[in-house]
């Protein structure tokens, strides 16, 4: 997702320059034409200025692009949400040519850097189905392998920021907890420190805010001994047993992807059949709480058949991504919305998909998660759209997403 700087300038100091990338970027590897899906789906395809120079420069020595490049507009002419080089799972350019002639973005997909300042992350995308199996599949969680280029003093907000995600990762870990109180803690933590954040991107002197936000921060980290446990289940504990308003209000989530542009291909149709699925069904709420029994992470005490480390490691990898981006808005609370209405909605795809008749299992999970990446994570449309949602309505204020985490 593409951040816009803050508009004033960080304060004159050398600035820390790092790379972070997690453990298991190394160890993805392209499955090439075995493939389920292809690179670039639906895609609207953009060439760097550096590689339209070559293509200008094997055009004039005679290679045929066969009309698949825009050299006016600098882009791929996408035919039928396909690339036009694709050709029985491989690509031609990459074939006849060799990787060096790939534009920037096929080159490097499915990996990916975001910028933060002096701070450069790597990460793989979750559209990818070989690297949403890397992802999902770990037993290891989500663990960060960090190089300093250059010392020198990190943004503060960033560092606080960084600071709340470690803590949001270790209450994932935290596998003695049902997954649906570990999703719950996070939200509660994002909400708690979202007036902290804003303030302390908003005001010059900001000493205060920061304060605030390390109070908080050590606040919560006493969720994980027994007694403040405990406590967080007694307070939470209103919000529970009221499975039948998370039907009413996961199908108004669930719709909402009806309303978005459709960048993968056929996705608006995915989403009527499992609306269809879920909430037209002829006994309606009965039939739904009978899917959930085998299938949703919010059932009584059991965690979905063998599924509970999957949305773990989904959670993780895409809070990984969105957290830090609270640097250049200061609406963190937003973001770790967005992360877990992605999980909830991809928990009523896997419903629906059941009901529908797919087996059962972590291949669908993985299928599902990879489609719905590719409809959210590439277009900043998306993104935006989804992101306004949780900050403007009322469909996404604090009790509907504690109701749908915690049935």
Aim: charged fraction near 30%; hydrophobic fraction near 35%.
């Amino acid at each position: 997702m593409k951040h816009q700087k803050k508009g004033q300038e960080t304060k004159k100091s050398k600035a820390r320059k790092t790379v972070t990338v997690p453990q298991y970027y190394r160890q993805f590897q392209c499955a090439g034409a075995a493939c389920p899906e292809t690179c670039c789906r639906g895609w609207d395809i953009c060439v760097d200025p550096e590689t339209m120079k070559k293509y200008r420069t094997l055009k004039r020595g005679g290679f045929d692009f066969r009309g698949g490049i825009d050299f006016l507009r600098g882009r791929i002419r996408m035919k039928e949400g396909i690339c036009p080089f694709l050709e029985k799972g491989l690509c031609r350019i990459h074939r006849d040519l060799g990787e060096t002639c790939l534009c920037r973005t096929c080159r490097s997909y499915p990996r990916h850097a975001e910028d933060y300042g002096g701070r450069r992350e790597w990460s793989l995308s979750l559209s990818c189905p070989e690297a949403a199996a890397l992802i999902l599949k770990s037993s290891d969680g989500i663990k960060l392998q960090e190089y300093v280029l250059e010392e020198g003093r990190e943004d503060q907000l960033l560092s606080c920021l960084l600071t709340a995600r470690a803590l949001m990762f270790s209450f994932l870990s935290e596998r003695t907890y049902p997954l649906r109180y570990r999703l719950t803690m996070i939200l509660a933590l994002a909400h708690d420190l979202q007036p902290f954040v804003k303030r302390a991107f908003q005001e010059e002197d900001n000493r205060e805010s920061f304060r605030h936000i390390k109070e908080r921060l050590k606040r919560y980290e006493l969720l994980q001994t027994p007694s403040g446990y405990q406590w967080f289940l007694k307070k939470i504990s209103k919000w529970e047993n009221r499975p039948e308003e998370r039907y009413d209000s996961m199908a108004g989530f669930l719709g909402i992807f009806g309303e978005l542009p459709e960048i993968y291909p056929g996705f608006g149709t995915m989403i009527s059949e499992w609306m269809d699925g879920l909430y037209q069904t002829e006994n309606g709420y009965e039939d739904y709480r009978k899917l959930t029994v085998g299938a949703g992470f919010g059932s009584g005490d059991r965690e979905s058949s063998g599924l509970g480390l999957l949305y773990e490691n989904l959670a993780a990898s895409l809070l990984y991504v969105y957290v830090p981006g609270a640097m250049y808005d200061g609406d963190l609370h937003s973001k770790v919305k967005l992360v877990l209405f992605f999980v909830l909605c991809l928990r009523e795809a896997y419903l629906a998909s059941v009901a529908l008749g797919e087996k059962l299992g972590e291949a669908l999970f993985i299928k599902l998660t990879s489609r719905f990446c590719r409809q959210i994570e590439h277009s900043d449309e998306v993104l935006e759209q989804i992101e306004r949602a949780a900050r403007e309505q009322r469909s996404f204020r604090q009790e509907v997403f504690l109701i749908n985490l915690l049935n």
